[in-house]
Every structure is written in structure tokens, then in C-alpha cells.
């Protein structure tokens, strides 16, 4: 698995986290309010509208609704729905309680009160569902009341007969507010969806515009912002964990030559080819871009003067023998490498300076070869005649 996939998966399963997390609140959020509902269902008992068991199976029955999904959150079966929030069947299961509480009223009027609490349990839905997910709740609503009016009148007809016009006149306001509702809200989701797609796009815009800022135009690896980000952070990290941190610095061998001789167009197709050629080459934590010009640049983390030499001196035999001849018959490149390793205390600049050091020493005897910073100081270290001998 690669980082930038294990990151990913990191990511997913944290966010499936919080949302598991945000649908175990919303239910804590639903089962208080059917405690406020509970003190409706009180105060119709307490007026005579209601034996007192019915209190009591008000409560129970709210509770199994909430724990029921309750567990399919807390065992994740919730996750294999196409709406893990459950959204519809607890918008439906909600109206189950007030409909058990209606049957038993003794007062038909008093069902107003409770249809206007039903409808509440509604509106959550606004912030989820579509029109024709809405049309179906409200149909399910429309059902259910029905259900509950045919069970009276079956069980206690006289209490139907006493207001039948209010009834019917009840159970078409009823059908209009939820049909209101499932268009409004529909409308009101559908915007929210807009919105939403709206933001991700930007968030995909800004994402493009970062990663522009920190790619090299011509080669497509980072440019030079970004290795200094980089580099700072490697040094960050090799300072907490004492691990040790090496940089190479290239530079194209003659490439002014490349372009005096065949052209610019040759020139960026050969610093191209050499960009994918080494980028290829590295291990996915070490950080390679475009310096400047010619110039490349490898950091290279966990990793000591030692291993950043053999790396460079690797680097330098694969340009060596690599071929250009799609780019231009019979031509060959090479390229002189700096090698320096990151000392604690000291600046990003001045482990740079080092391996500059050492690239400039490379290209000036000989070229085509790898300079640490250790033969720098040796030559430095030797008397002046040797030096210009």
C-alpha cells in the first residue's frame, strides 16, 4: 500500500468515525425531544384524556424505537443502508408513539395537539431529503393517520360520528401542511445539495491552484516552493526523532551547450526526461523537484552521508547511461552532484550552501562525478600548492 492510499484510508475510516458519532447525537437529539412530547402526554393524563398506562407505554414504546436504532449505529449495520442516517424509517417510526396516544384519547379534538407534534419529526428531514423521498414520509404519514381513524371508528365509531366533518376537514389539512412540506423542504434539500457541490468543486479548484503553486510548469515535479516546504519539514521531524536527513544537488553537465547546439525545445525535453528519469528512481518518502535552471534537488530523509552519496553517485551513472536518442540522435548527458547532510542546529541555507559547495567543487574537476561535503573540507584541509596543482 502506498502512503498517499494509506493516508486515504486513514482518512475515510476517521470521518466514518465522526459521522457514526454525529447519528448517535441526532438520536440522543430525538429521544429528548420525545421526553417534551411526554409532558404533552402527561398533561392530557392528568386532564382526563387518558388512562395512565398509556403514559407509561408512550415512554416504552419511544424508548425501543431509539434503542432499536441505536444499535444498528452502534454495530455499524447502519453502514451497509444507502442512507446510513436512517433518515426516512426514523421520520416514519417517529409519528408510531403519538399515533399510539391519539387512539386513546378521549377527546377528539385533543388529536390536533398531537398532529401538530407529529409533524415536527418532518422537518428534520429538510436538511436531508429530496422531493420524492419527502412525498413518500408524507404519504406514510397520511397512512398511518389513516390507520389510526379507521381503528376508531371500528373500535368506537360514536367518537368519529360526533365530529365527522371536523374529522375529514382534520385529514385533509393534515394532507396539505405534509404535502407543503415534502415540496418545501425538497426545494430546500435540492439548494443544500447545490450549495454542497458548489463547495466541493471549490474545495477541488483550491486544491488545483495549491498544487499548481507547488509544481514545476515545464517538468510536472515540485519546484522550488515546495522543496523548501519540504525541507523545512524534514528537518522538523529529523529533530524530534534524531534521525539523520541528506540532500543531493545536481546540475546538468553543458546543458547551455544542449541549447546553443539544438535549440530550447530540446533542452526542456531533455530536463523533462531527466525529471521523470530520477523521479522514478526515489523512494516515495524522499522529496525531489526542480531547483532552478539546470539545478535538481533530492531530499533524502533517514538517510546518512554515506547512503546519500551511493544514492547520488546511482543517480549520477543512471543519467550517464541513459538515452536521449527519441530527443535527438547520438545525445548524451551527464551531471555533477553535491551531496551534504543536514547538521542539527544549523539552517536549511546552510546545509544548501554545503552541497553547493560540493557541486561547484564536482564541476570544476571534472564533472560527471558526486562531491560530498567531507571532500570539500579534505581539499579545503590541503596546502595551496596541492589545490592548484
Not at 475515510?12 to 440522543?28: A, S
Not at 416504552?60 to 441505536?70: P, S, V
Not at 390507520?147 to 365530529?163: C, E, H, S, Y
Not at 401542511?177 to 457541490?197: F, H, T
Request: with cysteine.
Amino acid at each position: 500500500m502506498t502512503v498517499e492510499s494509506h493516508t486515504a484510508t486513514v482518512s475515510t475510516e476517521q470521518k466514518q468515525i465522526r459521522d457514526q458519532r454525529l447519528r448517535k447525537r441526532r438520536l440522543g437529539m430525538s429521544f429528548v425531544s420525545y421526553q417534551g412530547t411526554l409532558v404533552i402526554v402527561v398533561l392530557c393524563w392528568l386532564a382526563g384524556l387518558l388512562p395512565g398506562k398509556v403514559v407509561v407505554e408512550f415512554f416504552i414504546l419511544a424508548a425501543l424505537i431509539n434503542g432499536a436504532f441505536f444499535l444498528l449505529i452502534r454495530h455499524d449495520i447502519n453502514l451497509r443502508f444507502r442512507d446510513p442516517s436512517m433518515t426516512c424509517p426514523q421520520m416514519v417510526a417517529s409519528l408510531l408513539p403519538p399515533i399510539w396516544v391519539m387512539y386513546f384519547l378521549e377527546v377528539a379534538q385533543a388529536r390536533t395537539i398531537f398532529l401538530l407534534i407529529a409533524i415536527v419529526p418532518a422537518l428534520y428531514g429538510i436538511l436531508a431529503l429530496r422531493t420524492r423521498q419527502f412525498l413518500c414520509v408524507a404519504a406514510a404519514y397520511l397512512v398511518l393517520y389513516g390507520g389510526l381513524v379507521a381503528a376508531i371508528w371500528l373500535t368506537r365509531p360514536t367518537l368519529i360520528m360526533q365530529k365527522l366533518s371536523v374529522e375529514l376537514i382534520q385529514v385533509l389539512a393534515f394532507a396539505l401542511v405534509m404535502g407543503q412540506i415534502a415540496i418545501i423542504g425538497g426545494y430546500i434539500s435540492g439548494l443544500r445539495n447545490k450549495v454542497r457541490k458548489r463547495n466541493q468543486e471549490l474545495q477541488s479548484a483550491m486544491q488545483q491552484i495549491r498544487e499548481l503553486a507547488n509544481i514545476d510548469e515545464l517538468t510536472g515535479i515540485a519546484n522550488r516552493r515546495r522543496l523548501t516546504d519540504a525541507f523545512s519539514d524534514e528537518i522538523s521531524r529529523s529533530r524530534r526523532s534524531g534521525s539523520p536527513l541528506s540532500i543531493a544537488l545536481l546540475d546538468i553537465d553543458h546543458f547551455k551547450r544542449i541549447n546553443d547546439q539544438f535549440g530550447h525545445p530540446t533542452g526542456d525535453a531533455v530536463l523533462k526526461h531527466i525529471a521523470r528519469t530520477i523521479r522514478e528512481s526515489l523512494r516515495e518518502t524522499d522529496c525531489f523537484g526542480r531547483y532552478g535552471g539546470e539545478e535538481f534537488l533530492m531530499i533524502l530523509p533517514q538517510t546518512d552521508l554515506n547512503g546519500a552519496r551511493v544514492k547520488a553517485e546511482r543517480t549520477c551513472r543512471l543519467l550517464r547511461e541513459l538515452g536521449c536518442d527519441r530527443i535527438h540522435p547520438g545525445l548524451r548527458i551527464s551531471t555533477s552532484i553535491g551531496v551534504a547532510q543536514f547538521r542539527n542546529g544549523e539552517s536549511s541555507h546552510e546545509t544548501v550552501q554545503r552541497a553547493d559547495k560540493a557541486l561547484y567543487m564536482a564541476k570544476t574537476t571534472g564533472r560527471d562525478k558526486v562531491v560530498d561535503e567531507l571532500d570539500t573540507a579534505a581539499s579545503m584541509d590541503q596546502p595551496a600548492e596541492s589545490r592548484h596543482s
